[in-house]
């Protein structure tokens, strides 16, 4: 059974940073890129970043580039999202997920951890 578990949110000041991280479980993690996502409360889930299986490749939202990054340990099947300059706009549940295959569609998703920045 394939599992990703997010961690790492919580309540942080405008200007600080947080690091999230989601666990895998259940399959060859080097065989999937991994994504992270966030939905805003009355809002859609937006995509943030992606990293490929290998972590040479990323792609960012244009949203959070300068201020998020994304990396990966194939070893520890752990990929995390390290968020600087954090604003109150970032205020969402962020979502990790994982791919097969390069696409729109991701295969599976986490259960999201919350992250509240205050102004």
């Known amino acids: 059974q394939v599992q990703l578990i997010e961690s790492g949110g919580g309540l942080v000041q405008a200007g600080g940073s947080l690091r999230l991280s989601c666990a895998a479980s259940?399959?060859?993690?080097?065989?999937?890129?991994m994504g992270w996502f966030r939905q805003a409360p009355g809002k859609e889930r937006e995509f943030v970043l992606r990293?490929?299986?290998?972590?040479?490749?990323?792609s960012y939202a244009d949203s959070v580039k300068g201020g998020f990054t994304i990396y990966r340990n194939n070893f520890k099947s752990t990929v995390y999202l390290q968020m600087n300059s954090l604003k109150p706009e970032d205020t969402c549940v962020y979502y990790c997920?994982?791919?097969?295959?390069?696409?729109?569609?991701?295969?599976?998703w986490g259960q999201g951890t919350q992250v509240t920045v205050s102004s």
């Open positions: 259940g399959r060859t993690f080097s065989d999937y890129a």
């Open positions: 990293i490929g299986w290998s972590g040479v490749r990323a």
């Open positions: 997920a994982d791919q097969r295959t390069i696409g729109p569609s991701y295969d599976n």
